[in-house]
């Protein structure tokens, strides 16, 4: 019973292509985030949905668009893209809320992308 | 802007041994201070976390050590093994939010000989 999934976990693409990234949650999760890994190993957020509402974009190239269709799910389209893009994403999810203490970020397994 | 330090980048030692990675935030809204370990080909997996009231917190082999005044705080493997051999993140949150956002160290890769 995976947590967090997210597919597909290789994509390798051509620059200009338009592409997504399709992530589930079976944790009852009210948060998704969307995560980048660069080849340094660096992570980084990118956005945050609560209850399908968009809380946090990090100034992130407008190329990248997520999509919430509802709260167990995060996908992300990348439109144009470019060999910055080549990087591992991954979908993570917490229960978060106005007056609680946030608890655990559970982590998908990634999707390695790479544009050639 | 890189709000949360953490060093070394890389760390070697021997079965046995107790590795020691540490890092240190700027802002002081932080709350909540997690580590996350990380293997080759996965996504990073929470391995303990730490709120600023307690000054240390233990769990199995793996210690945190708060600073609070310092805003520092430190990951501590007891008798570390091969199969600890991952990679490690320090991050920051402002817990009480309704966000969730993890700010992260940049890693410390750590490779424990047998």
């Known amino acids: 019973d995976t947590a967090v999934s997210q597919t597909p976990k290789y994509l390798v693409t051509q620059m200009g292509n338009d592409k997504s990234i399709k992530c589930e949650q079976n944790l009852g999760h009210d948060t998704m985030y969307w995560y980048k890994q660069d080849s340094k190993k660096f992570l980084k957020i990118m956005f945050s949905?609560?209850?399908?509402?968009?809380?946090i974009n990090e100034t992130v190239p407008n190329r990248f668009s997520p999509k919430s269709p509802d709260k167990a799910h995060l996908n992300l389209h990348i439109n144009s893209l470019e060999l910055g893009d080549s990087a591992v994403y991954f979908c993570?999810?917490?229960?978060?809320?106005?007056?609680?203490?946030?608890?655990?970020?559970?982590f998908g397994q990634g999707t390695r992308l790479t544009v050639v | 802007q890189q709000q949360v330090k953490q060093s070394p980048q890389s760390l070697i030692v021997q079965k046995g041994g107790i590795p020691i990675i540490n890092c240190a935030y700027e802002?002081?809204?932080?709350?909540?201070f997690p580590w996350y370990q990380q293997f080759p080909g996965k996504g990073p997996a929470l391995l303990i976390a730490i709120r600023p009231d307690v000054s240390e917190k233990k769990e199995g082999r793996f210690t945190i050590s708060f600073n609070k005044s310092a805003k520092q705080f430190s990951l501590h493997i007891m008798d570390s093994q091969p199969g600890d051999s991952a990679t490690y993140f320090c991050a920051a949150s402002k817990g009480s939010s309704n966000t969730g956002k993890l700010i992260f160290g940049q890693g410390t890769t750590l490779q424990v000989k047998p």
């Open positions: 802002n002081t809204a932080f709350d909540y």
């Open positions: 949905y609560n209850n399908k509402e968009l809380i």
């Open positions: 993570a999810s917490s229960q978060t809320g106005s007056g609680l203490l946030n608890t655990e970020a559970f």
